[in-house]
């Protein structure tokens, strides 16, 4: 059975910063691409992820976020991290974790967290 446990969201303040963390379980994490999404109140989760990063560690992210948020992975720990700094208010949303990876059978898989929620704010 497949698991993304996300943790570390919560409350900052515009300026601060977060580190979540996505622990996976049930996949060959070092074989998954992973990734971040967000889901802003009252809107649905976004399409495409803010950060991603490749099983060779290449990263990429949305205009919103580049050079405030680096993601980063521990295939050791079977975990995925997203630094978050110089927060802002716009940021509050809903974060969820995804791993994409490939069965036995060649398919592709899609993965999710149960989100965690980060609120900016004074």
């Known amino acids: 059975q497949v698991q993304l446990v996300e943790s570390g969201g919560g409350l900052a303040q515009p300026g601060g910063s977060l580190t979540l963390s996505c622990t996976a379980s049930g996949i060959i994490f070092s074989e998954s691409t992973m990734a971040w999404f967000r889901q802003e109140p009252g809107q649905q989760r976004d399409q495409f992820a803010i950060a991603a990063i490749s099983t060779s560690g290449r990263a990429n992210y949305r205009d919103a976020v580049k050079g405030r948020f680096t993601i980063s992975r521990d295939n050791a720990k079977n975990t995925v991290y997203l630094q978050m700094q110089n927060l802002k208010p716009e940021d509050t949303a809903v974060y969820y974790c995804?791993?994409?990876?490939?069965?036995?059978?060649?398919?592709?898989?899609?993965?999710w967290g149960q989100g965690t929620q980060v609120t900016v704010s004074s």
């Open positions: 995804q791993a994409m990876t490939y069965d036995s059978k060649m398919n592709l898989q899609l993965y």
